[in-house]
């Protein structure tokens, strides 16, 4: 069994079939999916599903990206949102500096409402980090956030090790399966096993075998192969160990 940690059915084209995306990554032996909101329509969205089907659960929160158009209103529906039983962590939030599409002050000052709230709740955060790994990690040890993950971690290996040593976890993509990702794999190999989780960040990010196709959760198959291959363990040492990892940290076991 797999758990797609972070992925995003609400958005089209996945939202026309849920039935269908779901059926297929049961097919796989993907048996829970994790669905994460980007702005507060896509949080209820996440959070409609997670209502809908006993195996998803939604996570809630303002991507950095659109930091900028955050208002008090949207901040108070958000807080509400996210003490729903089946919101299992806050985000996605965190920082990102390549786009900058809203100014870095006003990313940093959303980011600390989001970890503030989810320290309230005591709830994990998934984090959005684009060439911001410094700010992104010293702003998490600064307000004394515990329980985070880095999705779809796509830094370098001593950052990582950064990462970890704050007992932080990283989460990997179908982009670790691309030619050029050697980077990443790197990042894998030295990965404890403790730290890992799989998502598939679809609809984006297909990894190589479906490159140029609507990515789903069925395929996060490829990514635990990938690690499998890299880690020189098993496909079911991969599954087991990052299940596990995933319903410790969601608290979504049994
Ligand atoms: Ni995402």
């Given at each position: 069994m797999l758990i797609d940690t972070h992925c995003h059915i609400q958005f089209k084209p996945l939202s026309d079939d849920v039935n269908g995306v779901i059926e297929r990554a049961k097919k796989e032996g993907v048996n829970k999916l994790i669905v994460v909101g980007c702005d507060l329509e896509s949080s209820k969205k996440a959070v409609d599903l997670a209502e809908k089907y006993d195996n998803i659960f939604a996570v809630v929160g303002i991507h950095p990206q659109d930091s900028k158009k955050l208002t008090d209103q949207m901040w108070n529906e958000l807080c509400e949102l996210a003490t729903h039983k089946k919101v299992v962590a806050i985000g996605e939030t965190g920082l990102d500096y390549f786009k900058e599409y809203s100014p870095k002050d006003t990313q940093k000052t959303v980011f600390k409402k989001h970890i503030k709230l989810a320290l309230e709740l005591d709830k994990p955060l998934v984090i959005h980090n684009r060439d911001a790994d410094e700010d992104s990690l010293s702003i998490l040890n600064e307000l004394g956030a515990k329980k985070v993950v880095f999705h779809c971690?796509?830094?370098?290996v001593t950052f990582a090790r950064k990462v970890w040593m704050s007992g932080y976890m990283t989460s990997f993509t179908g982009n670790i399966t691309y030619p050029n990702a050697q980077n990443l794999r790197d990042v894998i190999e030295e990965c404890p096993l403790s730290a890992m989780m799989v998502e598939t960040d679809c609809p984006y990010l297909s990894p190589q075998k479906y490159r140029g196709g609507t990515n789903e959760p069925s395929y996060v198959v490829e990514v635990a192969k990938q690690i499998s291959c890299t880690k020189n363990m098993s496909f079911s040492e991969v599954a087991e160990v990052t299940t596990k990892n995933a319903e410790g940290f969601f608290r979504i076991g049994g």
């Open positions: 971690y796509s830094s370098d």
